[in-house]
């Protein structure tokens, strides 16, 4: 009787796995906990139903128009504040809470980075252009509010951020200073009790949307290092003097809104000098390892959308000469390809975030992890494209949007050369 139950309970898990529309993670394999797991089940559920049937609508119209509803529903979840706790609703019950960072105080109740990167993970795998938004809410934004301001801040902006009241974004890049950020051109001058910032940020995300925003200006200018010039500021939407440019036109993660801020004589309180003056650089330069961590993370989300794409609907379903797709030579080695190295960059992912978790921050596999996971999703959207044939080319596809939105983040967030640079020097300075 039992060997009878054992049986068909493997051919349910066979003809289950078969016949899904997304290929499942083992995480098994990925070694994470069983909370975890339920983690990824349920925000799977969620994305999925939330998020996927939207996805080619979000890209087409190049807007979400129920960006601000869905962010209520993740701030309910707890699901904004960074590092939050996830209540995990299941036949509406609470079943288990998982620690991701903000401090209860603040509205939130301290936890785990890894937490965080399952949750933006399938987040991208259901829209990567959401899921971008929400990178830049909870780690660009609210991360940094909540590590280096003063508890007065906090309790003013955390809990909206949260709640999903309020929206988040982070100016920093500038039209003429990606990479070279620290030759920003953003001035800000003391006047009183006031800062009065003149320029712009551009290639802001969330910039149309946001409520409030982490920006870099100089104050200081004529510094002997340009470096030690930098503050950093909380911005409101509602100062005066400020104001967003039009959205831009991306060629990918479309419905993530990206716009130019436009600082015309803006008044800023003093109060909302973030961290000390002059020493925005510590702020800026101590974000930069877990946005990299997170950037691996929404690559390795399209990644795994690339594998759901590939794997079921066309390979497994779709003849050629009377024969599955996937029993071909050529395409079988694709699929071997895209499933060895989706678990690489997984558990690579999934380590690196363990290490920083435990206050161990090894700089060049924070770059190293974005460096390899980025430009292997673009390699493995390719693989999918071919897989899917002519239908993959066309924008109204699945794997043509993920295609489009794989190649940001081998150029966002720091460009490929860049973290290339941050790993060699790293090992360099080992050596010196």
Known sequence: MNLRIALLNNIHKFNSTRLLSHYPVDDIISGITNEQIQLR?????L????????????????????????????????ALGECIYFKLIILKHIVSTVGIIVNPKYGGTGGRYLDLVIFSEELSRASASVGMSYSAHTILCVNQIHRHGSDEQKQKYLPKLCSGEHVGALGMSEQGSGSDVISMKLRADKDGDHYILNGTKFWITNGPDANVLVVYAKTNPNAKKPQHGISTFIIEKTFEGFSTGPKLDKLGM??????????????????????????????????LDVERIIIATASL?????????????????????????????????????MYVTTALCRTYLYNVCRAYDRNHIAAKDCAGVALYVSEKTTQIALDAVEIVGKNGYLNDSVAGRLLRDAKLYEIGGGTSEVRKLVIARGLTKEYS
């Open 41 to 45: 089940k349920t925000i799977f559920d």
């Open 301 to 337: 989300g399209i990644m795994q959308a690339c594998c759901d794409v590939a794997f079921n609907n066309y390979a497994h379903q779709r003849k050629q000469i009377n024969t599955k797709n996937a029993e071909f030579q050529m395409i079988e080695s694709k699929l071997s390809n």
């Open 47 to 78: 994305a999925q139903k939330e998020l996927a049937s939207q996805a080619h609508k979000i890209d087409n119209e190049n807007r979400f128009d129920g960006m601000r509803k869905f962010w209520r529903k993740l701030g309910n979840i707890g």
């Open 254 to 287: 479309r419905g993530s809104n990206t716009s130019e801020l436009i600082f015309d004589n803006c008044r800023v309180p003093k109060e909302n000098l973030l961290g000390e003056e002059n020493k925005g650089v510590y702020v800026l330069m101590s974000g």
